[in-house]
């Protein structure tokens, strides 16, 4: 990242301490550390400080300011951090490296809302994000992108361009299909219409591609996680009983065809009171973790129920890119989780996540 001729008039420094005070760090997103591996240069500067250029392999841009706050800590000399994302392993499919499917069990616990705030999150997290809408039932990243009324378009008749919105690539099937269709819809129909969706829009190089499925675990959702060589599968539910026991079943189903369940999103955890501040859990506490302990995930994250969540969506703008709304570092947080969980399930097999208040 620095140019050669910094790297060699930087004077030289010593790296061990610096090395093993970023292996030191650690966040839910760093379970083991800022890896040696991850450093592509450390300078010292003529006033002392130092500048230290990173290579992430996962997204995790905004936790920089804390790693850095860090290192002054251990080190006792200003820090400043430079970090790029860089995922380095080949694309799992085409120009995309990573496909993560955003999963529920019954419709209205806010999956896509989940998925396209997600989205927006491991964005602003420095990644090249798309977003893809499968849900068939109910298409509906459209409107939360503000996109509704959009035509698709093309620059040579036969891939079709994604639609952009703030930085985000998006295609929906919602765009190409009336939605009264998908009523009469069976398996192998949507999951066709799920991989030419993806075959023919002209992605560009992604990170993340999200897809938003449709909710429930039938023959329609078991045939489409067939057709996708997804990295993995987040399940996002309600804390009552009903969304639960059907969250359930969609572990089940991504177990049976072996897509790894990164975890679960609790959403509308709780209902953070506009007087006092104090979470209040209209809708029951711990289920999430109950189920997540049983089958062995984690749960990535708590969402509370917020109306500036609702409003934001019903306006087609991304809560997730206002840093003054509070819920903005939550998605944030979510978005860093499972990006290093991909990362870590494929190259240090289990890590054991550890879960914070954020
Ligand atoms: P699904 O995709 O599961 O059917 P949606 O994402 O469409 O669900 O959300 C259903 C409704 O709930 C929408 O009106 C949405 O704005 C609202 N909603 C979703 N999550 C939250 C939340 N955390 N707080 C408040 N409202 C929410």
Same mark, same amino acid.
Request: charged share 20%; proline share 5%; glycine share 8%.
């Given at each position: 990242?620095?140019?050669?001729?910094?790297?060699?008039?930087?004077?030289?420094?010593?790296?061990?301490?610096?090395?093993?005070?970023?292996?030191?760090?650690?966040?839910?997103?760093?379970?083991?550390?800022?890896?040696?591996?991850?450093?592509?240069?450390?300078?010292?500067?003529?006033?002392?400080?130092?500048?230290?250029?990173?290579?992430?392999?996962?997204?995790?841009?905004?936790?920089?300011?804390?790693?850095?706050?860090?290192?002054?800590?251990?080190?006792?000399?200003?820090?400043?951090?430079?970090?790029?994302?860089?995922?380095?392993?080949?694309?799992?499919?085409?120009?995309?490296?990573?496909?993560i499917l955003i999963a529920s069990?019954?419709?209205?616990?806010?999956k896509s809302t989940t998925a396209v705030?997600i989205a927006?999150?491991?964005?602003?997290? @420095?990644?090249?994000?798309?977003i893809l809408d499968a849900d068939i039932?109910g298409p509906s990243i459209?409107?939360l992108?503000?996109?509704?009324?959009?035509?698709?378009?093309?620059?040579?008749?036969?891939?079709?361009?994604?639609?952009?919105?703030?930085?985000?690539?998006a295609q929906s099937i919602g765009?190409?299909?009336?939605?009264?269709?998908?009523?009469?819809?069976?398996?192998?129909?949507?999951?066709?219409?799920?991989?030419? !969706?993806?075959?023919?829009?002209?992605?560009?190089?992604?990170?993340?591609?999200i897809v938003d499925m449709p909710p429930?675990?039938?023959?329609?959702?078991? $045939?489409?996680?067939?057709?996708?060589?997804?990295?993995?599968?987040?399940?996002v539910?309600?804390?009552?009983? !009903?969304? !639960?026991?059907?969250?359930?079943?969609?572990?089940?189903?991504?177990?049976?065809?072996?897509?790894?369940?990164?975890?679960?999103?609790?959403?509308?955890?709780?209902?953070?009171? $506009?007087?006092? &501040?104090?979470?209040?859990?209209?809708?029951?506490?711990? @289920?999430?973790?109950?189920?997540?302990?049983?089958? &062995?995930?984690?749960? !990535?994250?708590?969402?509370?129920?917020?109306?500036?969540?609702?409003?934001?969506? *019903?306006?087609?703008?991304?809560?997730?890119?206002?840093?003054?709304?509070?819920?903005?570092?939550?998605?944030?947080?979510?978005?860093?989780?499972?990006?290093?969980?991909?990362?870590?399930?494929?190259?240090?097999?289990?890590? *054991?996540?550890?879960?914070?208040?954020?």
């Open positions: 990242m620095f140019g050669l001729s910094k790297l060699f008039s930087a004077k030289s420094v010593e790296k061990q301490p610096v090395i093993s005070a970023l292996s030191e760090y650690r966040s839910a997103a760093f379970a083991i550390g800022i890896e040696q591996h991850f450093i592509d240069a450390i300078v010292q500067n003529d006033d002392k400080s130092l500048t230290i250029s990173l290579n992430l392999p996962f997204a995790a841009q905004s936790e920089m300011q804390q790693v850095s706050e860090f290192l002054i800590e251990k080190l006792n000399v200003p820090v400043s951090i430079i970090a790029a994302v860089k995922i380095t392993e080949p694309a799992k499919y085409k120009t995309i490296k990573h496909i069990g019954k419709g209205g616990v806010g705030n927006g999150a491991l964005k602003n997290e @420095g990644a090249k994000v798309g039932y459209p409107m992108l503000g996109l509704v009324g959009s035509k698709p378009t093309t620059k040579d008749n036969k891939l079709l361009q994604p639609f952009m919105s703030d930085g985000l690539k765009f190409l299909v009336p939605s009264d269709d998908a009523t009469v819809w069976r398996g192998p129909m949507a999951s066709g219409a799920l991989t030419q !969706l993806l075959n023919e829009t002209q992605w560009g190089e992604l990170d993340y591609l429930g675990t039938g023959d329609i959702q078991l $045939t489409m996680s067939q057709k996708v060589p997804a990295s993995g599968t987040v399940i539910t309600t804390p009552q009983d !009903l969304a !639960l026991a059907d969250a359930q079943k969609g572990i089940a189903m991504f177990n049976k065809v072996n897509v790894p369940v990164l975890g679960l999103i609790e959403n509308m955890s709780h209902f953070l009171c $506009t007087h006092c &501040g104090e979470p209040n859990h209209v809708f029951g506490k711990d @289920g999430a973790e109950k189920l997540a302990h049983k089958h &062995g995930v984690p749960v !990535l994250s708590h969402i509370p129920l917020a109306i500036d969540i609702r409003e934001y969506s *019903e306006q087609g703008k991304l809560i997730a890119n206002d840093i003054n709304a509070q819920v903005s570092q939550t998605y944030s947080a979510a978005a860093r989780l499972i990006a290093s969980t991909i990362y870590y399930q494929q190259h240090h097999n289990a890590v *054991e996540i550890v879960i914070t208040e954020d």
